[in-house]
């Protein structure tokens, strides 16, 4: 950045340089690349809150999860894509179906 002498300034002209400014700066944020917090790495206690189970109950279910070495590792995305894969269905949901399977026949 260049160094900028400023002896007299009218309020416009000095409004219109901090709006520059700002817009600048607004647009340099633009193109900073954005965390995705789906995969966020998790260690086993932040996955057992996640889940909402004892860290007990995680180690003897079949969640996904990766080991390096003694420790156990958890993608939030591989874990609340597993919750979703895991879903039982309601009553209302069979009807469906049967109403669905009953209609094309």
């Not at 950045?1 to 700002?22: D, F, G, N």
Request: charged residues 30%; aromatic residues 8%; proline residues 4%.
């Amino acid at each position: 950045m260049q160094a900028v002498t400023i002896t007299q300034i009218t309020p416009p002209e000095l409004s219109e340089l901090i709006r520059k400014t700002v817009n600048e700066v607004l647009g340099n944020l633009s193109t900073i690349p954005k965390k995705d917090v789906s995969d966020n790495i998790l260690d086993i206690d932040e996955a057992a809150e996640l889940l909402g189970i004892a860290r007990q109950t995680l180690y003897f279910n079949d969640a996904p999860r990766h080991k390096r070495g003694r420790r156990l590792y958890f993608f939030e995305s591989e874990l609340r894509q597993w919750l979703k894969e895991g879903k039982k269905k309601t009553s209302s949901d069979y009807a469906a179906e049967a109403n669905q399977f009953l209609t094309k026949k």
